[in-house]
């Protein structure tokens, strides 16, 4: 009871999901897992702290297509919305979990009570700026009304997605892992995963152009087999036409 109670303080405070540990259940894989005789901080500190960066990984960079927009069309990604730290770019059942309080992030870094004693301003930043990674603003991608008709087609427009959409188009938005050195591994995990998703529709086959010779390769095809079956059913249609008209005569 006691830890119910601790939990869900730490839950509406830090907007962060934690379970003790129990040796008789399964640890759930979108909760931090604080042991009894841990601090709240050094549990925290699991977030806050990333993996070590792949040497060959450094260097690379995402692609422009890794946004909220082609995530969907491309990738046949869900796009979802959490509010808790520890499910940011978290990927669940088909859906991608973005942290949507971006303003909250903003509050924070200048709260010397929650910034200075329980997260650290390296983790803020990075963690407002992997979320506009997602709304990146480009002449040759997607613009602020791009974002905007994409939130309209899901429901009325809030005021924390007009913060996404609209952020400033000339503030600096790296796209190199290495500039996410706390949440770069699950960057590179979505990405792997938006590269090899399957379920396709003739929607996503019309919008995924991200291997262009894959995309002609896929729609010759998919033409080929259209005209194959409108030739047979044109024949088929001409056959029944002379059968009927030679039972006539």
Request: charged share 20%; glycine share 4%; hydrophobic share 40%.
């Amino acid at each position: 009871m006691v830890q119910d109670i601790i939990s869900l303080v730490i839950r509406l405070t830090f907007m962060v999901r934690v379970e003790f540990h129990s040796p008789y259940s399964h640890p759930s894989p979108f909760q931090l897992q604080m042991q009894v005789n841990q601090s709240f901080q050094e549990t925290l500190n699991k977030l806050q702290i990333g993996p070590p960066s792949r040497e060959w990984s450094i260097q690379h960079e995402l692609p422009l297509w890794f946004n909220v927009i082609d995530l969907e069309r491309k990738a046949n990604l869900r796009i979802g919305w959490t509010d808790y730290l520890n499910e940011h770019l978290t990927y669940q059942s088909g859906t991608l979990m973005l942290f949507r309080h971006i303003k909250v992030l903003e509050y924070i870094e200048g709260s010397e009570i929650q910034a200075g004693s329980f997260f650290k301003s390296e983790f803020l930043i990075e963690t407002r700026r992997s979320i506009l990674l997602l709304f990146t603003l480009s002449e040759y991608k997607y613009s602020t009304q791009d974002y905007l008709d994409w939130f309209q087609s899901r429901g009325p427009i809030e005021e924390w997605q007009r913060l996404l959409a609209g952020h400033d188009p000339n503030s600096p938005m790296s796209r190199f892992y290495e500039d996410f050195p706390i949440w770069h591994s699950k960057l590179l995990y979505l990405l792997n995963i938006s590269n090899n998703q399957g379920n396709w529709d003739l929607k996503r086959c019309w919008y995924d152009d991200r291997d262009q010779g894959l995309w002609w390769t896929r729609w010759t095809l998919i033409t080929a087999i259209f005209l194959a079956i409108l030739f047979g059913l044109i024949q088929s249609i001409t056959g029944i036409i002379q059968v009927v008209y030679a039972g006539r005569s």
